[in-house]
């Protein structure tokens, strides 16, 4: 594998193949998957979830306090939600670089058992 002085990576094509079908690449891809598909549901759920409840429910239309209405509270938990999982990813995006470090690291020494 070369490195450039920017530290980017530039893999040929029979590397690719050769770390795609290594075991530590396909965990790092499954862990991310398990990670991001479940995160992904949820803030999709979470998102359509205002708009459908304000056009066929008069749930949201209530008041939480004062004036404000639970379809504001709602709106504004959206962008609590963004923000934490935002900070939930960062701190998980970390695991999956030291996995991708290990399958680099592997790749460097040669390719044994990558």
């Known amino acids: 594998m070369e490195l450039d002085k ?3 990576t530039s893999i040929t094509q029979s590397k690719y193949s050769e770390v795609a079908k290594s075991d530590e690449f396909k965990q790092l891809l499954k862990a991310k998957r398990k990670f ?3 995160m992904s549901l949820f803030f999709f759920c979470f998102y359509i979830a205002l708009p459908l ?3 066929y429910s008069k749930a949201l239309n209530t008041k939480a306090f004062g004036e ?4 504001w509270m709602f709106a504004f938990a959206q962008f609590v939600m963004t923000w934490v999982l935002c900070m939930i990813y960062s701190k998980k995006a970390e695991s999956f670089d030291k ?3 290990g399958v680099l690291e592997k790749l460097n020494k040669g390719g044994e058992e990558v």
């Open 68 to 71: 404000v209405t639970w379809a």
């Open 6 to 8: 920017n530290s980017s």
């Open 53 to 55: 409840m304000t056009s």
């Open 99 to 101: 996995m991708a470090d």
């Open 36 to 38: 991001i598909l479940p």
